[in-house]
């Protein structure tokens, strides 16, 4: 069965499975991941991926000015 994988996960022999991957298993541990939520059927999966925001890290972002205190 190809499965889409929805999750990251480790394999044994295999190392890992990125999710967005599309694999062809065997049965039984085809239905193991979709009774775990770890992947679904590829026949089914027909929608768009939607696009994610770039989450902005702290070295992405301007720095800031200190509020110093004014001499008297």
């Known amino acids: 069965m190809k ?9 044994g022999q295999a190392g890992w499975r990125r999710e967005g991957e599309i694999h062809d ?4 541990l085809a239905n193991h991941y979709i009774n775990r939520g770890i992947g679904v059927l590829a026949e089914e999966v027909k929608e768009v991926k939607e696009v994610k925001a770039k989450v902005e ?3 992405a972002k301007a720095p800031k000015k200190r509020a110093t205190k004014k001499a008297k």
Do not use: C, F, G, M
């Open 25 to 28: 298993l065997e049965t039984k």
């Open 3 to 11: 499965i889409l994988i929805k999750k990251d996960v480790i394999s």
């Open 57 to 59: 890290t702290k070295e």
